[in-house]
């Protein structure tokens, strides 16, 4: 139909849907141009971010030439970013490397975004350690290749330090001469070196992965204790002297020397060092016998019997019993030293101390006082039970005689004096009065 043949309402209505048209062309031009600023934003924004990225980026061709890089790629193999745009892959590994490269890279060939272990070489040669991870994009409508590119030389050197310092600390660990435990910070046993193995009985075997505090080499008493001595190993550096046990039951004594396995700045664990202190302990126990007890009779030495005595009186003064004290001379000893020897004087020594230990109770306690003289206690007894003890004592000293049948006779002067807690002495005065006693009994008999 011809234009000049329509009629207005038809015109009008052509008039409405073309101005229609043009209004949707407007808006799709707007949104047209709207996507281009969005997308040139989006741009903008990734090229900053690949820019500031601390990682080296580079985009490629499947055909490995490299279309983009970032200053930190660039910085990596010690080119300019200028230098690096149309370097292929060939060019950043080393020689034998580059011979096994594909011609044209695939997806099968990427890392789909995992970083893998590479040797890259730098504009100078320089052959050197990296990570890379690879994935094919689509960019434009054509495949290309990203890579995500790190230098981990500093990474490399510090794990070749580690493995260095873990080999020397092995090392050191299992060539001690005393017995190491490792533990972490929970407590679990992670190693042990073969001198604890020795020591202990137990193999790595049977220790790793159990609690340090349940009760392998703890003696049953001392658990609780154990457990608080860990829990302060934890805490720093300790050292303390305790009671272990050994697999077969055997209780042996050791000073355990703690310090805590530092990581990062965080504790990682305890180091346990046992030191078996048994000799020390046989010598220790040497030495508290020569100070304790006479070495040529093994009766209490005056020190540590008066120190009895003291410890005696407490209990007396607590309990309200009495405590006999006698004090003994052996009569004559000059004489016998003096006409047969000191090694005879030692002998009438040590078979009058025989003499007091198979008569006395096992409660009652024998000190030398010095030379002659001897002090006997007798815990929870009085001046009634005299007459007992000295017909004891004079029935076995008949019997000593006859057994010695020497051209002299053993003989006692004894004196007396009672610990009563209700008229209390001090220790000085109960042994004044006994020797004051003794030495007129034997006053009597030289008359």
């Given at each position: 139909?011809?234009?000049k043949?329509?009629?207005?309402?038809?015109?009008?209505?052509?008039?409405?849907?073309?101005?229609?048209?043009?209004?949707?062309?407007?808006?799709?031009?707007?949104?047209?141009?709207?996507?281009?600023?969005?997308?040139?934003?989006?741009?903008?924004?990734?090229?900053?971010?690949?820019?500031?990225?601390d990682?080296?980026?580079?985009?490629?061709?499947?055909?490995?030439?490299?279309?983009?890089?970032?200053?930190?790629?660039?910085?990596?193999?010690?080119?300019?970013k200028?230098?690096?745009?149309?370097?292929?892959?060939?060019?950043?590994?080393?020689?034998?490397?580059?011979?096994?490269l594909?011609?044209?890279?695939?997806?099968?060939?990427?890392?789909?975004?995992?970083?893998?272990?590479?040797?890259?070489?730098?504009?100078?040669?320089?052959?050197?350690?990296?990570?890379?991870?690879?994935?094919?994009?689509?960019?434009?409508?054509?495949?290309?290749?990203?890579?995500?590119?790190?230098?981990?030389?500093?990474?490399?050197e510090?794990?070749?330090?580690?493995?260095?310092?873990?080999?020397?600390?092995?090392?050191?660990?299992?060539?001690?001469?005393?017995?190491?435990?490792?533990?972490?910070?929970?407590?679990?046993?992670?190693?042990?070196?073969?001198?604890?193995t020795?020591?202990?009985?137990?193999?790595?075997?049977?220790?790793?992965?159990?609690?340090?505090?349940?009760?392998?080499?703890?003696?049953a008493?001392?658990?609780?204790?154990?457990?608080?001595?860990?829990?302060?190993?934890?805490?720093?550096?300790s050292?303390?002297?305790?009671?272990?046990?050994?697999?077969d039951g055997?209780?042996?004594?050791?000073?355990?020397?703690?310090?805590?396995?530092?990581?990062?700045?965080?504790?990682?664990?305890?180091?346990?060092?046992?030191?078996?202190?048994?000799?020390?302990?046989?010598?220790?126990?040497?030495?508290?016998?020569?100070?304790?007890?006479?070495?040529?009779?093994?009766c209490?030495?005056?020190?540590h019997?008066?120190?009895?005595?003291?410890?005696?009186?407490?209990?007396?003064?607590?309990?309200?019993?009495?405590?006999?004290?006698?004090?003994?001379?052996?009569?004559?000893?000059?004489?016998?030293?003096?006409?047969?020897?000191?090694?005879?004087?030692?002998?009438?020594?040590?078979?009058?101390?025989?003499?007091?230990?198979?008569?006395?109770?096992?409660?009652?306690?024998?000190?030398?006082?010095?030379?002659?003289?001897?002090?006997?206690?007798?815990?929870?007894?009085s001046?009634?039970?005299?007459?007992?003890?000295?017909?004891?004592?004079?029935?076995?000293?008949?019997?000593?005689?006859?057994?010695?049948?020497?051209?002299?006779?053993?003989?006692?002067?004894?004196?007396?004096?009672?610990?009563n807690?209700?008229?209390?002495?001090?220790?000085?005065?109960?042994?004044?009065?006994?020797?004051?006693?003794?030495?007129?009994?034997?006053?009597?008999?030289?008359?």
């Amino acid at each position: 139909m011809k234009d000049k043949e329509k009629t207005k309402e038809q015109l009008m209505d052509e008039l409405v849907e073309l101005r229609q048209q043009i209004t949707e062309l407007q808006k799709s031009k707007i949104k047209h141009q709207q996507i281009e600023e969005t997308l040139g934003e989006n741009e903008e924004k990734f090229r900053i971010l690949v820019e500031l990225a601390d990682v080296g980026i580079q985009i490629e061709t499947v055909e490995g030439r490299i279309l983009e890089c970032n200053t930190a790629g660039a910085k990596i193999y010690g080119y300019t970013k200028e230098e690096m745009i149309g370097l292929t892959l060939a060019d950043l590994v080393p020689e034998e490397f580059a011979k096994i490269l594909p011609p044209v890279i695939t997806e099968k060939e990427t890392t789909h975004g995992i970083f893998l272990p590479r040797i890259s070489k730098k504009k100078d040669g320089t052959i050197f350690p990296t990570e890379i991870a690879s994935k094919i994009i689509n960019i434009g409508g054509k495949p290309r290749l990203i890579a995500y590119i790190r230098d981990i030389t500093k990474r490399k050197e510090a794990e070749k330090k580690l493995r260095k310092a873990r080999k020397m600390f092995t090392s050191l660990f299992n060539s001690n001469p005393e017995a190491v435990l490792y533990h972490d910070k929970e407590g679990r046993i992670l190693n042990i070196n073969p001198r604890f193995t020795e020591l202990f009985g137990y193999t790595p075997e049977e220790m790793r992965s159990r609690k340090i505090d349940e009760g392998m080499i703890y003696p049953a008493n001392k658990i609780g204790e154990g457990k608080a001595l860990t829990q302060k190993a934890f805490n720093g550096f300790s050292n303390y002297e305790i009671i272990r046990k050994k697999k077969d039951g055997t209780l042996v004594p050791v000073i355990i020397s703690t310090a805590p396995v530092i990581i990062d700045k965080r504790p990682q664990g305890t180091i346990a060092l046992y030191r078996d202190i048994t000799e020390r302990k046989k010598m220790e126990e040497k030495l508290k016998k020569l100070a304790h007890y006479d070495t040529l009779t093994g009766c209490c030495s005056r020190g540590h019997g008066l120190a009895l005595l003291e410890q005696q009186i407490k209990t007396a003064n607590r309990k309200k019993t009495p405590i006999l004290l006698l004090y003994l001379d052996v009569d004559d000893f000059k004489y016998i030293n003096d006409t047969f020897g000191h090694k005879e004087g030692d002998v009438v020594l040590k078979e009058t101390v025989k003499l007091f230990k198979s008569t006395l109770r096992e409660v009652d306690i024998i000190c030398r006082i010095g030379g002659d003289e001897f002090l006997i206690i007798f815990p929870d007894s009085s001046l009634n039970d005299v007459p007992l003890i000295r017909k004891r004592l004079s029935k076995k000293l008949k019997k000593l005689n006859q057994k010695l049948a020497k051209p002299y006779k053993v003989d006692f002067s004894i004196g007396l004096s009672c610990y009563n807690p209700s008229n209390p002495l001090s220790i000085e005065e109960l042994i004044k009065i006994a020797d004051e006693n003794m030495y007129e009994e034997k006053s009597k008999k030289k008359k």
